[in-house]
């Protein structure tokens, strides 16, 4: 399974990125896929996740959309009115099931960085 992704940079607050995340290799019949972020000396900590029937669960922010393209090997991230808060390393993860705890997941993607200023 390799998970690659794009589309972090800076920004200032108040404006929008979208990340990108390209699944390859992935064999479930099922599965879950999550948005995640991490401060240096912070735990990670779910953004928002979404499975293979299309449910979706957001654990942060209202001002975040999750998403798939209709391939489903492609999981985005809408990230509207960011905050210098929402300053992180954003990784794109897969598991079999949707689950809270972080060290669950099976598969990581390296990151992608967001500065908001």
């Known amino acids: 399974v390799q998970l690659v992704e794009s589309g972090g940079g800076s920004v200032q607050a108040g404006g929008s990125l979208r990340l990108s995340c390209a699944a390859s290799?992935?064999?479930?019949?099922?599965?879950?896929m999550g948005w995640f972020r991490q401060v240096p000396g912070k735990e990670r900590e779910g953004v928002a996740t979404?499975?293979?029937?299309?449910s979706i669960t957001y654990l942060r922010s209202g001002r975040f959309t999750i998403s798939e393209d209709s391939t489903k090997t492609t999981l985005y991230l809408q990230m509207n009115s960011l905050k210098p808060e929402d300053t992180a390393m954003y990784y794109c993860?897969?598991?079999?099931?949707?689950?809270?705890?972080?060290?669950?997941?099976?598969?990581w993607g390296q990151g992608t960085q967001v500065t908001v200023s």
């Open positions: 290799g992935r064999t479930y019949s099922k599965w879950c």
């Open positions: 993860a897969l598991n079999r099931l949707c689950v809270l705890d972080t060290a669950s997941w099976e598969y």
């Open positions: 979404l499975d293979s029937d299309g």
